[in-house]
């Protein structure tokens, strides 16, 4: 009796145990999905998979979602095409030999596009993770409602924090050889840091200064064993070890030397130089997000291996946002493709369907819609100068680029749109560099993109960086404001 008696209890409580199992998974299956309405009676502006950021990570992740019939839209940042723009030749890309970052670039949004991938000038100032869909907020004050969300918002270029620094942006202080390096025609010039990127932006300097100083603050580079080998063949760079910048010099208007100081003797000097960029390392770019997401120590997306979720279901990280121990372009191109999966994963899981995007496509945020561009006017002569700036009754705008220079490719669409919005108020126009030097040199114009701004005939502000739709509307607004 007692032997029947324990039985049955063992048989109750092993029946109650998987009983019990099954009843919460079941639980917390159903919660996870009926959480997810796909409703959305009062909501516009709604994309199923938002991609923030648009380098090897973010396209990787369009071309994916885009294949898979699902509707995308990619905001592009501040820095369009990420990094990989900003270098010369990439030779580690898998499948192709050689080519410039800037075409692997233009080459995958463009495979993206063929695909049906949208891309948006507009930059994501805010998020809400709180609720669902997912809240962005542009920076022309749009609110996007996301089902999934993509972060590959990358990594800026760190800077030193020195005296000089902030004061010669611009001026001869840069991060971008291959945008700049033309400017240092026969000049000398300093490279900071010792790691891969410092080593390609001696390189690319190489090739037009007349003697580029390598500063390493310690006694060994980080570089890889190849790219140190690259630096070889080139008399005209000289690897400086044990050498830090304390201070940058110049006369107001430009560079003109730094302050160093070895750590080894702790013996100070001074370079006579007209060029100092930095190849430091990176920070990663989570400032919207970092009040929502798992960071960790060094302030990267922590994502849940082997997938690329995050702390919230539906949101996905990839590229160097996340990594701080590879950051290759293949790798965040890797990241990406696993995140688009991922989220594709995830819509199928909220019963987002091809008819559900069938039903809900009139409400889909295509950044297509209402965009508005306008012409603007290239000049290339002194004489047009004068006619088109000297003479103008209303305040110019100048915009100076190279076709070489990714980030000044990026900022002519951006500033055709915003001069689409100040017709008959200011005069937009660019002139090309490379068409244009002599101009270029007499308006003391020492890198691209470069902004000045001439009224009644006198030039009253510059700008030496890159802006972004919202910054370069304030911008204008402020100087129609103090005119
Ligand atoms: P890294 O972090 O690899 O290197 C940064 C360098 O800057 C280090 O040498 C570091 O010195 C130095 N540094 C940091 N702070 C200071 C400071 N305050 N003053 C002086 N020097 C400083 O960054 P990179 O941008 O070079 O590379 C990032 C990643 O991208 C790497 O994984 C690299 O391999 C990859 N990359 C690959 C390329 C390619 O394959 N073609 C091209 C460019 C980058 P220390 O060594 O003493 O810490």
Redesign the pocket.
Known sequence: MNRNLAFIYSLTLILMMVLGTFTVERFFRKKKTSHYSLEFKDKNNILPVAIIGSGPAGLSSALYVARGKVFTTVFQGPKPGGQLTG?SY?E?WPGIKKMMGAEIIQMLKEQTQSFGAKFSQDIVESVDFSQWPYKLTTDSGKEIYALSVIISTGASP?K?NIEGEQEYWGKGVTTCAICDAPYHKDGYVVV???????A?EALQLALYAKKVMLL???SA??A?ASMQEKLKEYPNIEIKYNL?VTKILGDGLAVNGVETINNKTKETGKLNVGGVFL????DPNTVPFKDFLKLDSAGYIIVKHPTQETSYHGIYAAGDVVDNR???AGVAAGDGIKAALDSLEFLRMIGFSEKESERLESKFFNPEEGLTVTEVKEITSDNEYKKEVLESKIPVIMDFYAPYCPSCMQMLPVVSDVASKFVDKVKFLKVNTDNAPELAKKLNVLKVPYILVIKDGKIVYRYADVMTKRQLTDFVNEQLKNS
């Open positions: 270098t990439v580690n760190k030193l900071i840091g010792g790691g891969d990127s410092a390609e390493v603050r310690g580079m980080r890889s830090s190849a430091i390392g990176h590879y950051r290759q």
